[in-house]
């Protein structure tokens, strides 16, 4: 289409009554561990013309010819020719982009992109961004990802992309300029709170394969189930990984840690399947938005698959949206503590909606809700324990010139001789001994639950 043409449609459409009518009949989903992506709803059914108008408005002609006049000077004055699909497709970026961000328009190729990353496995580093005040934010590295391996940790900025600043640039664009050849270098220049120069770091593009949910026995009794993003498959996994918990725990399940550090988000039928797993009944969260299809509400289903066993969740700045959820959930419905840091803050919804051109836009429609009504919003979720970011080395050994009443010359025996001194030692303290200096938070948390557990058994009835 020229430009004269382009004018005349636009001045003609100015004349008509406008009508908005939603693209797609699916329920809203959140964002998988996939940079700058989220996970798309089912195709339309309809196209958007064929849909019975939902509200009717009058176009406002004088933004409308001031949108006209700047596409002519343009396409005139500008020191390049461009095209007119350029620059209506950089229109229609900029009027999503602005609103928030977390909404984008999906060309054809970042729209099939997105479709393949809900398989779990796509090309790139293996992070999750944003924008924040023009600049490209991480939300979170992905486990076992070459982001994750080179260091790079929640919070951080890029400002840098193989030498070109970032500033202004979408998250998109971003995300294109991060993907490429499987083994393929690129250069991250970013900053971190606390150090006062950009850190340079090259990555290798890897294959990333993204295994969601991961399990293992921290001490007799006690699992460890660490959730790294929510895919349509997690929820079945994770009840699998947590059936298996059970087995290998002789004598039942005493406790489980939650790990959601640095986990991104993703789908959110999948963070609903994860609370509920830990809840009998009532309401895990609502959502509200504009139209109806964006008020939303999910409620739990027995049984509590671990029996009401004490149950800790872990969380930091890396946990966002779907993380959230579940989080907000487990706290307001007091099935879990709490330990870490507060969360990201991401509380609403995208949707995709399929548009006739093989491409779509991701579009937030609903904020959701906790149970208790709490917002995330912005705020993110406060733990019921702060354990602050801190490294942990281990103390050197006990000086030998100290003694015990054991060493004293003519001391009493104990009448139970060893017994009890063996009973004390199958702890599992000697599985965990190093974890207090490669996972503080988790060894704080382990430590919670077993007393947690403790508490519990001292509380229980006596048996007749």
Do not use: C, W
């Amino acid at each position: 289409m020229k430009a004269g043409a382009f004018i005349k449609a636009i001045i003609a459409l100015t004349l008509l009554q406008g009508t908005a009518a939603r693209a797609d009949d699916a329920a809203p989903a959140e964002s998988p561990a996939k940079p700058g992506t989220e996970v798309p709803v089912a195709p339309a059914t309809q196209s958007a013309e064929s849909q019975p108008a939902t509200e009717a408005e009058t176009l406002p002609l004088d933004d409308l010819r001031v949108f006209v006049e700047v596409f002519h000077k343009v396409k005139r004055d500008y020191v390049e020719d461009v095209s007119d699909r350029k620059l209506l497709e950089n229109a229609i970026k900029g009027m999503l982009e602005g609103l928030d961000p977390h909404s984008a328009y999906l060309d054809g190729e970042a729209y099939t992109e997105l479709q393949e990353g809900t398989s779990g496995e796509f090309g790139g580093l293996g992070i999750e961004i944003g924008t924040e005040d023009g600049l490209i934010k991480i939300i979170s590295p992905i486990d076992d990802t070459p982001a994750s391996r080179a260091g790079i940790q929640a919070g951080d900025t890029i400002v840098r992309l193989d030498g070109v600043p970032v500033r202004g640039m979408s998250v998109n664009d971003a995300v294109k300029k991060m993907r490429g050849e499987v083994g393929s270098a690129i250069e991250l220049t970013i900053m971190r709170e606390g150090t006062a120069k950009p850190l340079e770091l090259t990555l290798v593009r890897d294959l990333i394969k993204i295994r969601s949910v991961r399990s293992r026995e921290l001490a007799p009794g006690f699992g460890y189930l660490r959730v790294s993003a929510f895919q349509a498959t997690t929820g079945d996994d994770f009840v699998k990984e947590l059936e298996k918990l059970k087995q290998d725990a002789k004598g039942g399940l005493k406790g489980l840690v939650l790990d959601l550090r640095n986990n991104p988000g993703g789908v959110l039928g999948a963070a609903v399947a994860i609370s509920d797993a830990f809840l009998d009944a009532g309401r895990i969260v609502y959502t509200e938005g504009r139209v109806a299809d964006a008020k939303m509400s999910f409620e739990a289903k027995p049984p509590d698959l671990i029996d009401g066993a004490p149950l800790v969740v872990l969380i930091n700045e890396g946990s966002a949206s779907a993380s959230e959820i579940v989080a907000g959930a487990l706290q307001d419905r007091q099935r879990a503590v709490l330990m870490g840091r507060r969360t990201f803050g991401k509380g609403s919804v995208q949707t995709i909606l399929p548009m006739n051109n093989k491409a779509a836009i991701k579009i937030t429609t609903a904020r959701y809700f906790t149970p208790n009504g709490r917002s995330i919003q912005a705020e993110g979720v406060e733990p019921d324990i702060v354990i602050d970011r801190m490294e942990v080395q281990a103390q050197k050994a006990a000086d030998a010139s100290l003694v015990n009443e054991a060493q004293l010359e003519g001391h009493l025996d104990n009448p139970n001789g060893k017994k009890g001194a063996k009973t004390r030692k199958s702890s599992g303290k000697e599985a965990t001994k190093d974890l207090a200096t490669t996972d503080y938070e988790l060894h704080e948390a382990l430590n919670l639950l077993k007393g947690m557990s403790l508490l519990k058994t001292r509380q229980a009835p006596a048996s007749p």
